[in-house]
């Protein structure tokens, strides 16, 4: 079963930068609106970043001129690019690829595992 595998997470220091990347450990089909999502602790899983086929994008408010969503529609693959981080970026990121073409086989909703990312002095 294919499943989504993130990289990237760790501890640093506030103002500095992380990428996270994520990949699907096999083949998938399809055409995918991809995306990270984080969760704090205690809170529920939040929007982040999502990036289409086409390329459009939409950042949450919180991190809209900080982070970067990019993508890969041949690999499936997905980055985000985190600058300037702050405390309350702090949380488990989650990549997320959404299928919109249904009707092709194995294109199906997958989440990654989650990579933690903490922002901490």
């Known amino acids: 079963q294919v499943q989504l595998v993130e990289s990237g997470g760790g501890l640093v220091q506030p103002g500095e930068s992380l990428t996270l990347s994520c990949a699907p450990s096999?083949?998938?089909?399809?055409?995918?609106?991809m995306g990270w999502y984080r969760q704090a602790p205690g809170m529920q899983r939040d929007l982040v970043a999502t990036?289409?086929?086409?390329?459009?994008?939409n950042y949450a408010d919180a991190v809209k001129g900080r982070f970067t969503i990019s993508g890969d529609n041949a690999k499936n693959t997905v980055s985000l690019q985190m600058n300037s981080l702050k405390p309350e970026d702090t949380g488990v990121y989650y990549c997320?690829?959404?299928?919109?073409?249904?009707?092709?086989?194995?294109?199906?909703?997958?989440w990654g595992q989650g990579t933690q990312v903490t922002v901490s002095s």
């Open positions: 997320n690829l959404k299928c919109v073409t249904r009707w092709v086989p194995r294109c199906d909703d997958y």
């Open positions: 096999g083949i998938i089909l399809g055409i995918y609106v």
């Open positions: 990036i289409t086929k086409d390329g459009s994008t």
